[in-house]
């Protein structure tokens, strides 16, 4: 089988312009970027206010192993499968970070016949947009440090006398906005700024800081879940960078420089459309990583593409108690809109490698007979909020007709009310998935009954019990000395009614990546809160979970070039 960027160099596709215009877009919302991809304007979504919105289907996987489950691959499958049924279908996914592209995973824009294309564009830059988040987001940072550089050089009496702005005493202790960078590097998520010649100090002040990912910027949650410009403008002035030496809250607003963020973030709000290989319109915005982040497309991108088609297929990030949680927790109760049906994908090769067992003895069959804990759990996770599940089984070649009865029988005895369909959207692409797409329609007919796990008025300890209790299934959560200062002083300084977002390892269910399958009566331990005030959100960090990732030993980009013909090899 030739590789995926083989694949999608050798497909025919429509002008982009075509796909606008058989998604239902009219010609002057939106902007080509050649002819691939093509910005989509918010004015759209005004024409569009009184249509009424299709059905959203929410992709999650159980939880994740090396291996990969093709949870990519099922949306844009799906999405096809649905076309093949003479469905009107979108898809909505988010961008790839260039992280991950040159780290460990590679691109993300599906694989096989069932991907994104072209594959290679929306890996690399694609619209630019996570660039914006990281020129607006060192924006604010260089700000900061200009602040305290101007006002401890000047002193605050004569600083406020100069410019006739009023001091805001930034403690350079107390900065609490890192800088930002679209790579896993390591070496940066600790640094010092501001460093001098001996007796200079024309560099700014010295202080320690450090950076995070672009995608884990809290720009990038509020792209996510802005409704539109006014909002995304409105909640960038509340984000807190730093607090003064009195202890009070420091924004982008105070520092007047939120205006200006929004300015290099007014392209980057509109979603990028492109298409599968099979013609299906699909919107791509916002960023990945549902493990330091929120972990799904953003909300407009979802209010385009439900109005204009009868289904939107679109995914949250690693496992159900990750990317869906916050899907539910966060997205759902931020834009009113909740999922009408959930596809849980699955691999057998992937739950034989959940199987909380040691035992090297043990047959495949009994593996996956383990294994299967850890689908089970996602199942009920899913049913938690009220959502009606179908569960998907990415076939592999070396799956066998054993396994995948079993499976299947395994599925029925403990969820009769539950769909099971076998996918084979990577060899096959929307043909693959029919079955599937047949019984995600059947559950899109089901009513739901949903219910996030807390109430948004509920306190911040409350809250966060909620979701590591009642949503893993842990029996406490563990806050360190810090985070009660901090959670103290959140509710202190009235951002206790904000939501709450667990920033934790994909691999388990738990905090500990080594507790595989259904671990139960575990601790969650939150070492630090990190407050969101614009995207409205807490974050804890669990464990030992980084929001800077680092490059292995062989990464992803190694394999990366350009042949004679200047085509790109080696994405994958």
């Known amino acids: ?73 099922t949306t844009i499958g799906l999405a096809q499968g649905l076309k093949k049924l003479e469905q009107s279908v979108a898809a909505c996914i988010r961008q790839p970070s260039m992280g991950p592209v040159f780290g460990v995973k590679g691109g993300a824009a599906g694989g096989g016949y069932s991907q994104v294309a072209p594959m290679d564009e929306l890996n690399l830059h694609l619209t630019g947009d996570i660039h914006s988040v990281s020129a607006a987001h060192n924006l604010a940072s260089a700000a900061i440090d200009a602040r305290i550089f101007h006002e401890q050089k000047n002193g605050y009496e004569a600083f406020e006398e100069k410019t006739e702005l009023k001091a805001l005493k930034i403690d350079p202790n107390n900065v609490v906005w890192k800088r930002v960078v679209d790579h896993n590097d390591r070496a940066l998520r600790m640094v010092t700024v501001g460093i001098n010649q001996p007796g200079k100090t024309v560099n700014g002040f010295e202080r320690e800081d450090g950076f995070d990912i672009s995608a884990a910027s809290e720009l990038m949650a509020i792209l996510a879940l802005a409704s539109d410009l006014q909002d995304l403008r409105k909640r960038i002035g509340r984000i807190v960078v730093a607090y003064n030496l009195d202890g009070q809250p420091v924004t982008t607003e105070d520092l007047q420089v939120a205006g200006a963020m929004a300015v290099c973030l007014k392209d980057a709000i509109e979603p990028t459309l492109m298409q599968t290989l099979e013609g299906v319109p699909t919107l791509v915005h916002a960023g990945p990583f549902a493990n330091i982040a929120h972990g799904n497309s953003s909300i407009i991108a979802d209010n385009i593409a439900t109005k204009l088609s009868d289904y939107t297929v679109t995914e949250g990030g690693f496992g159900s108690d990750m990317g869906f949680e916050k899907a539910c927790n966060i997205k759902a109760q931020t834009s009113g809109t909740s999922p009408d049906c959930a596809v849980i994908v699955a ?35 899913v049913k938690k909020y009220g959502v009606p599940a179908v569960v998907a089984i990415n076939q592999f070649p070396q799956d066998t007709d054993e396994e995948l009865e079993l499976l299947n029988q395994l599925v029925k005895t403990a969820f009769p009310d539950t769909d099971i369909a076998i996918s084979q959207a990577f060899a096959k692409g929307g043909e693959g998935t029919i079955e599937l797409a047949k ?52 509710s202190t300084l009235g951002y206790n009614k904000l939501a709450v977002c667990l920033a934790k390892t994909p691999m388990s269910i738990s905090s500990d990546p080594s507790l595989k399958g259904a671990p139960a009566g575990f601790t969650v331990p939150v070492r630090e809160l990190k407050l969101c005030a614009g995207a409205g959100f807490i974050y804890a960090l669990c464990g030992n979970v980084m929001t800077m990732p680092g490059l292995p030993e062989k990464p992803a980009f190694m394999n990366l070039d350009i042949d004679e013909s200047g085509n790109i090899v080696g994405l994958s």
């Open 439 to 490: 019984k995600v329609i059947h559950a899109c007919e089901r009513p739901t009954d949903f219910h996030p796990l807390y109430k948004l008025e509920q306190g911040l300890e409350e809250k966060l019990m909620a979701v590591t209790e009642v949503g893993y299934g842990a029996a406490n959560i563990e806050l360190s000395e810090l985070a009660k200062q901090q959670l103290e002083k959140f």
């Open 1 to 73: 089988m030739l590789s995926d960027i083989e694949i999608c160099q050798s497909a025919s596709l429509s002008p982009i312009s075509d796909i606008a215009r058989s998604m239902g877009l009219h010609e002057s919302e939106i902007c080509t970027y050649g002819q691939s991809k093509a910005k989509v304007s918010l004015n759209s979504l005004e024409r569009l206010k009184e249509k009424s919105a299709g059905k959203l289907v929410l992709v999650t996987a159980i939880t994740p192993t090396p291996f990969g489950e093709g949870k990519t691959v």
């Open 347 to 381: 691999t057998v090769k992937a739950l034989k490698a959940n199987a909380a067992s040691g035992d090297r003895a043990l047959s495949d069959i009994e593996l996956l007979t383990l294994g299967f804990e850890n689908l089970k759990w996602h199942i009920n996770n």
